[in-house]
């Protein structure tokens, strides 16, 4: 079993910057987690649960979905088991729970949530205009 910590959410201005992190315990799958694909997920009420980015674990190769690229910035530290989410120039839009994500198996997460096999429980985020 993997667990998942977020932490970093909170209130921020428009403009501002946070850095949101993710700190994985445990192993599953025979692997540790320098060997997981994580990744960043979104969900506002009311709506699904949206694909943020991910970062592999061989060389950290990142892919961002297009509505934050250029603002948003995953990168890890597995010495750590630690990911994080750097984020940029907040929005208004932006206000919502963020997940982290990670697929033990080593397979790519893709915008499908059902590609993750594990989730943590969420760091909120309120960027105020």
């Known amino acids: 079993q993997v667990r998942l910590e977020e932490s970093g959410g909170g209130l921020v201005q428009a403009g501002g910057s946070l850095r949101l992190s993710c700190v994985a315990s445990?192993?599953?799958?025979?692997?540790?987690?320098?060997?997981?694909?994580m990744a960043w997920f979104r969900q506002a009420p009311g709506k699904e649960r949206e694909f943020v980015g991910r970062?592999?674990?061989?060389?950290?190769?990142?892919y961002y979905s297009d509505s934050v690229k250029g603002r948003f910035t995953i990168s890890r530290d597995n010495a750590k088991s630690t990911v994080y989410m750097e984020i940029n120039n907040l929005k208004p839009e932006d206000t919502t729970v963020y997940y982290c994500?990670?697929?033990?198996?080593?397979?790519?997460?893709?915008?499908?949530?059902?590609?993750?096999?594990?989730w943590g429980q969420g760091t909120q985020v309120l960027v105020s205009s």
């Open positions: 994500a990670a697929n033990t198996r080593g397979f790519v997460i893709t915008t499908s949530p059902s590609t993750v096999d594990y």
């Open positions: 445990g192993s599953a799958s025979g692997r540790t987690f320098s060997r997981y694909v």
């Open positions: 970062i592999m674990f061989t060389e950290g190769s990142t």
